[in-house]
């Protein structure tokens, strides 16, 4: 979602003269666009900003002013401090204020200082942000599109619901707008984006619409969308009409990410998460029987306060049940202000460490399994761009691998079928599957 929004933030700085750079040394303003789910992510904006700047100091020499910024959720939820411990920022936002950058970079520009906003404003940034530019990754090919922000959920362990703020869904029609004009820019493949996307009800002809609707909407008005995901969702918001959409709208991908954060109904039941283990190997059951082909990856937390060796065990156990094409998995990070950040029983640092190893070979043994179980099949993949070596291209597979294979830099756009030929450790490689040719 970061990246989203800094599209947007940028789409809303380009009126005032503002355009993308590559570097930051020769920008007039940085954004720093922060995250802090965890805390080596929100460390990580201290040492960053130390660097920003000596930038700006290199580029005062030169008589050049260099604004620096400071977004996202270490914004939010640290903005004072942050602005204490460096003076030399001159502008915090929260996630749902960025709609008012142009007014806080005039504030700046009339009375100087430094400027916060951190504000959870009853205005919403989607009615006033303005159009966006066209994306900018792999070829303008596929594109993120915020539909829901926020949660309600307050899981033990978690920010979000302090940073981001409640939860709130986008109306339909200024989604289906978006996604409009993202496909008349080129976009093949939309991942539809929020903290809870599962719970997304957005309003629509009086009443609202649920995911799967807003899906099929998607798909019934806009012909020229091939491809749909959606990310992050909520094993307690995975309705049934949202796996049957799995087997019945054509653009939805065989891939669904579903964190499960634990395999031990005792820690998800101290992490609030609403369901037990085996509720969720019931849901992956169901979406296995609407959509064989689907793929699963998901989250996992191992460290959170009170789990055992039994508790952690029975992870394992969970993610030798499902099995699944790859996932994410941390370490418990104590967040403050978070209920979990104060409970007795935290897990020692050690002890995180040989859990988080331990699931970390088991995921990447069932990722490797995954890919290899691809070779010899034949995959639809969209071709994103030209290949490193002359000749190759790249595309992406309904997996989201990237997928490497020989073609014609004219394919770049479509969707082409490729016999996999090649697990790598990240990637497939293949060859164009000539009988059927391509498939749009
Ligand atoms: N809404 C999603 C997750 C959003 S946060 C859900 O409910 O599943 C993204 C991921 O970051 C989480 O799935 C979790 O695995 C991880 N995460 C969040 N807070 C964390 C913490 N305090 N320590 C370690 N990992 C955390
Ligand atoms: Fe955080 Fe997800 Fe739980 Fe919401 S549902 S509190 S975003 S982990």
Partial sequence: ???????????????????????????????????????????????????????????????????????????????????????????????????????????????????????????????????????????????????????????????????????????????????????????????????????????????????????????????????????????????????????????????????????SDKVLKAMNRGHTADEYREIISRLREARPDIALTSDFIVGHPGETDEDFEATMQLVRDVRFASAYSFKYSQRPGTPAAGQPFQVAEDVKEKRLAALQALLREQQDAFNASLVGTVQDVLVTGLGRKPGQLNGRSPYLQPVHFEGDPSQIGQIVKVRITAPFTNSLGGHLHEQEGTAI
């Fill in 1 to 263: 979602m970061n990246v989203y929004d800094s599209a947007r933030m940028a789409d809303v700085l380009r009126p005032l003269g503002y355009s993308p750079v590559d570097l930051p040394d020769n920008a007039d303003m940085i954004i720093l666009n922060t995250c802090h789910i965890r805390e080596r992510a929100a460390e990580k904006v201290f040492s960053e900003l130390g660097r920003l700047r000596q930038i700006r100091e290199a580029r005062k020499l030169e008589g050049k002013e260099t604004l620096i910024a400071v977004a996202g959720c270490v914004a939010q939820a640290e903005g004072k401090e942050l602005l204490a411990r460096a003076p030399y920022v001159d502008l915090v936002l929260g996630p749902q204020t960025y709609h008012r950058l142009p007014e806080m970079v005039a504030r700046i520009a009339r009375a100087g200082g430094s400027v916060i906003d951190t504000d959870f404003p009853v205005e919403s940034k989607f009615d006033l942000l303005p159009e966006e530019a066209a994306p900018q990754n792999e070829g303008n090919l596929t594109a993120f599109l915020t539909i829901q922000e926020g949660c309600d959920k307050f899981c033990s362990f978690c920010v979000v619901p302090y940073t981001r703020g409640a939860e709130t869904s986008r109306p339909v029609a200024s989604i289906l707008a978006e996604a409009e004009r993202l496909v008349a820019s080129g976009v093949k493949e939309i991942t539809l984006l929020g903290q809870n996307v599962n719970a997304f009800h957005g309003d629509w002809n009086g009443g609202t619409a649920s995911l799967p609707e807003l899906a099929a909407l998607l798909h019934e008005k806009i012909p020229a969308l091939k491809r749909l995901r959606y990310i992050t969702s909520h094993p307690r918001d995975m309705e049934q009409a949202l796996i049957d959409a799995h087997r019945d709208n054509p653009i939805f991908m065989p891939y669904l990410h579903l964190p499960v954060q634990s395999g």
